[in-house]
């Protein structure tokens, strides 16, 4: 894969200012905040980075042996989201809307031509993809194996109604990027503008969105970024889209994320989850495990968390190496964060 996403990074724009316009954050620990980071069983095997955003401010980070806040880290699933908020930033600018549909030129000829924008962003496209990581599936072949991402998963025939089958495709993410780097129109325009349409305004300086040979950004799985950069994007998402005051998403848009997809009561309209890890398939888990019913996350594979609470005005990112057969759930110690910032 190939960084391309726009120049080399500089630095923050406000070194000496307070997270998120600068570097600092308040050293201050709350000993409840304390006892929950300090458990291993809470922050899980193999964490590699906790950042606790309260309000806007980082209240406490944990970093694992050989991490820091200044390592970027690969968010693997996570990155979808921030995909589907740079969609966000073209319907806002009006080069896609929703209902697109004939989104790819092989598709119009056939049952595909009526797959909208709306129906790749809540993963029902009704197109075949196999998410299996055990297996030279689908998804494996296509990040390690496949030059042009996009043109593979885009070659797939319809297995489903379109709108009606959840289908959780790393596929349809990647073609998600083909289809923005598209709308832009220009290549080189297209390559920078992650960077100049998001990661920039949020001073997001550590991110790197890898693209594939072809020169599309996996827009399912290749984000790399500090610990601390997952959270001013969570933070970002908390905010509704608008960072300083200025709106980069269109109004209700992280609303509309966050409903429930037509064909899922746990996944969104915008690339996201409304149950953390474990519950993908048991909605209303989270609250029967004592999160806020407002809750939502970022996931990626092996154990990348972003939890975002609202009314808690609460932001928890959890990064690491653990397998999902370790069964780790970040619920239960974000539960805990709940609490002990009450």
Known sequence: AKAVAGAAPTSAALPDAIWPDGDKADASQDPEVAKVLDDPAMTGAGMRAVVVVKNGRI?????????????????????????????GTLVKDGKLAMTNQGLFGPWKGDGRAVISLADMMAMSSGLEFNED???????????????????????????????????????????????????????????????TALFDPLGMQSA????????????????????????????????????????????????????????????????????????????????????????YWMEGHDGQTVAIIPSEQLVVVRLGLTPAKLGYRPQVMVAALVKALH
């Open 59 to 87: 209240v406490a980070e944990r970093y694992g042996d050989g991490f820091s806040e200044k390592t970027p880290l690969l968010g693997w699933s996570m990155t979808k989201t921030v995909n589907a908020a740079i969609v």
């Open 133 to 195: 990581y055990g297996d030279v599936a689908d998804v494996t072949r296509m990040l390690y194996l496949e030059p042009d991402m996009a043109g593979f998963a885009g070659s797939k025939p319809l297995t489903g109604e379109v709108g009606k089958v959840f289908s959780y495709s790393s596929g349809t993410a990647v073609m998600l990027s083909r289809l923005w780097q598209d709308a832009i129109g220009d290549k080189d325009k297209a390559l920078v503008w992650p960077r």
């Open 208 to 295: 790197v969105l890898e693209a594939d040979e072809h020169g599309t950004f996996v827009g399912s799985s290749y984000l790399y970024a500090t610990a601390r950069d997952w959270a001013r994007f969570g933070q970002f998402l908390l905010q509704g889209g608008v960072w300083n005051g200025k709106e980069i998403l269109p109004a209700g848009f992280v609303d509309w994320m966050r409903e429930p997809a037509t064909a899922s009561k746990v996944y969104g309209k915008g690339q996201l989850w409304i149950e953390g890890p474990g519950d993908e398939e048991n909605p209303g888990a989270g609250t029967a495990a004592g999160l806020p019913k407002d809750t």
